[in-house]
């Protein structure tokens, strides 16, 4: 089993900015890759962005393309997500993700599937008010 803990939400105005963070650990290894998701009201949970282990590998989707930045920290097994110009259509609760570690590797072609991904945070809420 992997757990995996995201945190760094909160409320923030339209253009604001937040970082979320998501620490994953476990007896799966340590070289996973890892991504978010996201889920609003009523929507079908969607891919927001993921990483490789090495982060010379990064995917967003086009919808917050140009306005975050994926990182992350090996050594502990953490990603970042700076999110900014924030607009109310991000408000949602945000995910974590692992891929399995037996599943295939990350790409462009599949990267956003959530079938590839085994191990969920419990979600740190965003919302962006106008």
């Known amino acids: 089993q992997v757990q995996v803990v995201e945190s760094g939400g909160g409320s923030v105005q339209a253009g604001g900015s937040l970082r979320l963070s998501c620490a994953a650990s476990?007896?799966?290894?340590?070289?996973?890759?890892m991504g978010w998701f996201r889920q609003a009201p009523g929507n079908q949970r969607e891919f927001v962005c993921a990483?490789?282990?090495?982060?010379?590998?990064?995917y967003y989707a086009d919808s917050v393309k140009g306005r975050v930045t994926l990182s992350r920290d090996n050594d502990q097994n953490t990603i970042y997500l700076q999110m900014n110009s924030l607009k109310p259509e991000d408000t949602a609760i945000y995910y974590c993700?692992?891929?399995?570690?037996?599943?295939?590797?990350?790409?462009?072609?599949?990267?956003?599937?959530?079938?590839?991904?085994?191990?969920w945070g419990q979600g740190t809420q965003v919302t962006v008010s106008s």
């Open positions: 990483i490789t282990w090495s982060g010379d590998n990064t």
């Open positions: 476990g007896r799966a290894g340590t070289r996973l890759s």
């Open positions: 993700a692992i891929p399995s570690p037996y599943g295939p590797a990350l790409t462009s072609s599949h990267v956003d599937s959530l079938n590839l991904y085994d191990y």
